[in-house]
């Protein structure tokens, strides 16, 4: 223990909380086995904290410590809540049977409660808006009022939502464990699955006037170092590298007005060279253990792109390779759609045309107004002005992005008038 | 953040009961009340009085007007309030169900509203 005055004292704290907060807050919850009351214990402790270590001294392992007075105090306030509330009674009853558990200081098992904590977010009996939501409360450490100003909902609705997802968790007694082996790359995929929502919620906000929403995009790349620090599986190093080659081109992506700028009219020069090489060569480590899937296959897509001095210059049999195998391992109109615009640009216009009109015969993308938008820059580069301009108009009706609707009516403009 | 919880109980019913119902009621309360200060969410809070001592103004033609009752007659009235802290409304809420009028005398028609506020800057 060591002494300090208040102020060096608070100061302390405060790091502490910044830097250890989240990782007390996931043991907290395996050892009371409740998401509110861990965090009512996690208020407690640093509040005793404040209290206590201006007289005491700084404990030697402040985060054993927080652990230990949260759980203290939360059993204490439990038990004397169990009078009037039905729902702590239970809780009482289950933490008497479950008293004489440790509780680790530090080392692996805490880091395990992160991970423990980031799959009971994204577990699989909970909505993708749920488990969206609670992973970026729970484990990012965001507020409600963040959270719902970042997906443009009510505040009121997203804590309704975050309230049944832990009441969810609470009466299906859903276990906070690391998944067996066996279930493993399901589970997991539901973890990448969320994290590669949020990325692109911040990246290409799904409605509103705003393309970029960066903190969102920093927050998922953060989620994603965590996860692939915890579970170095090859698809958490190829969502981690897909994010961080996406985000390496956001300054390109948009004029300072706020317009879109398509990938072969972007400055090369403003995209940023060490979030490529961090990505590239997490790209490199994914696809040498030969377990790699679809994160990875698109990372490695765009790999490619960020090694081209310019568009001209990229290696389009690499990119349509690259997709060959991305549409066998996880198929879809949308990985067709974009094999067809790079066949387009390896063997010209003419190859990709007939590849997304049998998409649209299929019946697939009819509502995808990227497919259309694409459609019509092919027409438009063999000089099919009406197909062009009829595909433009389309894709302008059902596009719900700003950037995006005045990106399509200056392609309009530009067109020539017969 | 700051939240202010109002909590509301039906009047008239509170008034057709006997004092030792009334105690029986709110027996409860002043331990939750204690257990809510001690986890230290609290700014400030207080009981209201009833509705029949209760003054408002508005304006009528220009000039403050002031009438006898609540400003608006419904059968909940707002019968306390608290102040408190807290990180977002899903922790507001975890304090707010905590209350004694989220947890006690459901058929006296209890309850909390939970409304985000500021303090006015200071001049």
């Known amino acids: 223990m060591s002494g300090g005055d208040a102020r060096t004292v608070e100061a302390t704290v405060d790091a502490v909380y910044r830097s250890d907060a989240r990782r007390v807050l996931a043991t907290l919850i395996r050892l009371l086995g409740d998401f509110d009351l861990a965090e009512e214990a996690l208020h407690e402790a640093f509040r005793a904290a404040l209290e206590q270590w201006p007289g005491e001294g700084v404990p030697r392992n402040p985060r054993a410590w927080l652990v230990s007075a949260g759980r203290f105090k939360a059993i204490d306030a439990i038990r004397r809540r169990a009078r009037f509330d039905a729902a702590a009674a239970e809780l009482a009853e289950r933490l008497r049977e479950s008293t004489s558990e440790s509780a680790p200081g530090e080392g692996e098992s805490v880091e395990d409660d992160r991970l423990r904590l980031v799959f009971i977010c994204c577990h699989p009996a909970l909505s993708p808006d749920a488990q969206v939501a609670l992973t970026l409360r729970e484990v990012c450490g965001l507020t409600t009022e963040e959270i719902a100003h970042a997906f443009l909902t009510p505040a009121p609705t997203l804590a309704q939502r975050i309230v049944r997802a832990k009441a969810k968790i609470r009466d299906a007694r859903i276990p906070y464990q690391i998944p067996e082996q066996a279930e493993l790359p399901e589970r997991l995929d539901a973890v990448l699955r969320v994290i590669y929502l949020v990325f692109n919620e911040g990246y290409t906000a799904s409605s509103g006037g705003s393309l970029v929403r960066g903190d969102l995009s920093e927050e998922a790349i953060r989620l994603g170092r965590l996860l692939h620090e915890l579970l170095p599986e090859p698809e958490a190093a190829g969502l981690l590298a897909l994010m961080l080659l996406h985000e390496s081109r956001r300054t390109a992506r948009t004029t300072p007005d706020g317009d879109l700028v398509l990938l072969d009219e972007q400055d090369r020069s403003l995209w940023d060279r060490a979030r490529i090489a961090e990505g590239a060569a997490l790209v490199e480590t994914a696809l040498k253990s030969r377990r790699f899937g679809p994160y990875t296959l698109q990372a490695a897509i765009a790999a490619v792109h960020a090694e081209a001095p310019d568009a001209a210059a990229t290696d389009w049999a690499q990119i349509v390779g690259l997709y060959d195998v991305l549409a066998r391992a996880d198929p879809s109109p949308v990985v067709e759609l974009n094999r067809a615009v790079a066949v387009a640009m390896r063997d010209g216009p003419a190859a990709g045309l007939p590849l997304i009109d049998a998409l649209f015969a299929r019946g697939e993308l009819g509502e995808y107004p990227l497919a259309h938008s694409a459609r019509a820059d092919l027409c438009r580069r063999l000089g099919m002005t009406p197909g062009a301009r009829a595909s433009y108009e389309r894709a302008l009706e059902l596009t719900r992005q700003e950037p995006e609707r005045r990106f399509l009516e200056r392609r309009l403009r530009e067109l020539p008038l017969r | ?123």
């Not at chain 2, 027996?27 to 209760?54: F, I, N, P, V």
């Open chain 2, 1 to 123: 953040m700051k939240y202010l919880l109002l909590a509301y109980h039906h009047e008239k019913k509170w008034d057709s009961m006997s004092q030792s119902e009334k105690d029986k009621a709110v027996s409860g309360c002043h331990e939750l009340d204690a257990q809510l200060e001690k986890a230290g969410y609290l700014h400030a809070g207080g009981s209201l009085a009833h509705t029949k001592d209760t003054v408002s103004v508005r304006p009528r033609n220009g000039k403050p007007l002031v009438t006898d009752g609540p400003y608006v007659e419904t059968k909940e009235q707002l019968g306390g309030f608290v102040i408190i802290e807290a990180k977002d409304l899903n922790e507001a809420i975890q304090v707010a169900s905590r209350h004694p009028a989220a947890l006690l005398n459901e058929e006296l028609g209890w309850g909390v509203e939970l409304r985000p506020f500021e303090f006015f800057k200071q001049a």
